[in-house]
């Protein structure tokens, strides 16, 4: 008895382990060294995605929790955020006013958010963020007015500018006694500004104001999920910069450009120009230049992620040489594809960034290829929501091995390890302030 139902489990596994060992034997030998993710051949590599990681960033308990330190009776005064820039990089300084508010214990009027000249008379904030929810969500944390008092409503308030302050200052020292004295200040944050010497009350403001305070207004919300159902399933989005100005800015020279590109770059140039001989090279190793498209297509086949993947591209108008990109990948659309040209007509520049964040935090994988601001808010947003397909492309990683003379096949390895490394230790993603590493 017992030999008989033994033995079928016996030969089930003799005949897995023979299977197991033929498979082993007769697998071509890899290319890769990194044998265990490459070596499933009959299915095709593997792709980034599903190698197995060991950390990733998660939202911090002490600000998602709440924090309970009670607000002041009676506030310092009256701060509006004045936000300049893209919408992504307005939003981070928002952030950063809405800590500087908490603690100076000041209640918070609606941010300014800067819109083109020619557009109406509009708030910047309201078209593109939910006010309502805004207000709601940061209750407890920061006392937010849509109106201000009689008194303060018709003068314009006092502005503070501390976005060019250098080095590490304080706001308690420095931009109190203008609070305490107008009643009514603007201020734009300092970029280089440490938040780690908050204390944690104007910390939780500021994470809270940033990831769980912001929601698109309902019309945009609207658009943004009707572009994501026309978009094929699943897809990645893809952050792709290569735009003229930054291009120029970044003093980088690419040989191999079309002359239209060439000439773009030129006259997007200001006074900076590029680097030439050993500190162009320098340059480059430090990571410091954009990557083209076609270096893009490069990486990410490294990556093993197939070329027919669905690819929304969030990227603005005057994207250069995108066909190097679309020659290899060839199913990519971007909003103006999708939506008509009507609807794209009747918003302004902030609301299509918007979509793009939006079809980027809600899509299956994310890829930046360069580390600016929709990047981290992206990054972030994804990680808030649990979505850990995200990946910043490592420009240092390419120009090394590229000024290393490696080319096709090899670059491809070195590349695909380079970047593992840092998908598996959730490095890519890093995320400061308000995110704290969990051990997977
Ligand atoms: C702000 O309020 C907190 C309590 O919420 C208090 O501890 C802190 O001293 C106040 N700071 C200023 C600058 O008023
Ligand atoms: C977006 O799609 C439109 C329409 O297909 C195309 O003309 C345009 O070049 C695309 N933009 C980018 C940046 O690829
Ligand atoms: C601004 O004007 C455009 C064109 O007239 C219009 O379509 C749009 O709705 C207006 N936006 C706001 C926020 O009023």
């Known amino acids: 008895m017992i030999v008989f139902s033994v033995r079928p489990v016996v030969s089930i596994l003799l005949v897995t382990l023979s299977l197991l060992l033929v498979v082993l034997l007769l697998s071509p030998p890899s290319p890769f060294s990194e044998s265990s993710v490459f070596s499933n051949s009959a299915v095709g590599k593997l792709d980034i995605w599903s190698v197995r990681r060991i950390a990733e960033w998660r939202p911090c308990k002490w600000w998602l929790q709440g924090d309970q330190t009670a607000l002041l009776a009676e506030s310092n005064g009256y701060i509006r955020v004045d936000c300049y820039g893209g919408l992504n990089q307005m939003r981070r300084d928002l952030c950063d006013g809405v800590g500087i508010a908490r603690l100076l214990n000041a209640s918070l009027v609606l941010p300014k958010f800067e819109v083109a000249a020619y557009w109406n008379d509009s708030s910047g904030f309201a078209d593109v963020f939910d006010v309502d929810y805004f207000v709601q969500q940061m209750d407890g944390f920061v006392k937010v007015v849509k109106e201000l008092p009689a008194e303060i409503a018709s003068r314009e308030p006092f502005r503070v500018d501390c976005s060019k302050r250098k080095g590490h200052f304080d706001y308690i020292e420095s931009v109190l006694p203008y609070l305490l004295k107008h009643h009514y200040i603007s201020i734009t944050p300092a970029m280089s500004q440490r938040r780690d010497r908050y204390p944690l009350y104007a910390k939780a403001a500021l994470c809270q104001g940033c990831y769980n305070a912001l929601r698109l207004t309902r019309a945009l919300e609207k658009k943004g999920s009707e572009l994501l159902r026309a978009i094929p399933k699943p897809f990645l989005s893809l952050h792709l910069r290569f735009e003229p100005d930054m291009v120029a800015y970044s003093q980088c020279e690419y040989p191999g450009l079309s002359p239209a590109s060439m000439e773009a770059i030129e006259a997007a140039r200001v006074d900076r120009k590029p680097w030439t001989g050993e500190t162009a090279r320098v340059w480059r190793n430090r990571g410091k230049c954009p990557l083209t498209p076609k270096e893009t297509a490069f990486i990410l086949q490294a990556l093993s992620i197939p070329t027919d993947t669905n690819i929304y591209l969030a990227a603005g108008d005057g994207l250069m040489e995108i066909e190097g990109f679309t020659s290899v990948y060839t199913n990519v659309v971007n909003k103006s594809s999708l939506l008509s040209a009507k609807d794209l007509a009747s918003m302004h520049g902030n609301m299509k960034a918007?979509?793009?964040?939006?079809?980027?935090?809600?899509?299956?994988?994310?890829?930046?290829?360069?580390?600016?601001?929709?990047?981290?808010?992206?990054?972030?947003?994804?990680?808030?929501?649990?979505?850990?397909?995200?990946?910043?492309?490592?420009?240092?990683?390419?120009?090394?091995?590229?000024?290393?003379?490696?080319?096709?096949?090899?670059?491809?390895?070195?590349?695909?390890?380079?970047?593992?490394?840092?998908?598996?230790?959730?490095?890519?993603?890093a995320l400061p302030d308000c995110f704290c590493e969990f051990k997977l």
């Open 354 to 429: 918007a979509l793009d964040y939006y079809v980027s935090i809600n899509s299956d994988s994310y890829v930046a290829t360069y580390f600016g601001n929709m990047d981290k808010m992206v990054a972030a947003m994804r990680a808030f929501k649990g979505l850990y397909k995200t990946l910043l492309l490592s420009r240092r990683a390419f120009a090394e091995f590229t000024s290393q003379g490696l080319k096709g096949k090899e670059l491809m390895k070195v590349l695909w390890k380079a970047h593992k490394d840092e998908f598996v230790m959730g490095r890519g993603s």
